[in-house]
């Protein structure tokens, strides 16, 4: 089954960057829509941006404008840069398939935004 592994987060202050990255262990990575979903302490999971198989993008209207997803079919890699971050950004980030996600999600990574 596939396996993905999320990194790049950490505790930055408000109005900083970071930059996730989440690798996919599959051969037929460059045909999967692929998306960030976060979820945020007490709330459900949110799907934030998706990157189709051609690279089309889009993303939910909390973080328009400052987030970019992008990817990398050579390296299996799907990236979210994040600018202006806020204190309600404050989650964890993951990354699957969209539609349809993978059964196997990877454990996540940490994004704390506070000064």
């Known amino acids: 089954q596939v396996q993905l592994v999320e990194s790049g987060g950490g505790l930055v202050q408000p109005g900083g960057s970071l930059r996730l990255s989440c690798v996919a262990s599959t051969a037929i990575f460059s045909i999967y829509q692929m998306a960030w979903y976060r979820q945020c302490p007490g709330k459900q999971l949110e799907l934030v941006a998706r990157i189709s198989s051609g690279g089309s993008t889009n993303y939910a209207d909390s973080v328009k404008g400052r987030f970019t997803i992008s990817r990398d079919n050579a390296k299996n890699t799907v990236y979210l840069q994040m600018n202006s971050l806020k204190p309600e950004d404050t989650a964890v980030y993951y990354c699957?398939?969209?539609?349809?996600?993978?059964?196997?999600w990877g454990q996540g990574t940490q994004v704390t935004v506070s000064s």
């Open positions: 699957n398939k969209d539609p349809d996600p993978f059964v196997s």
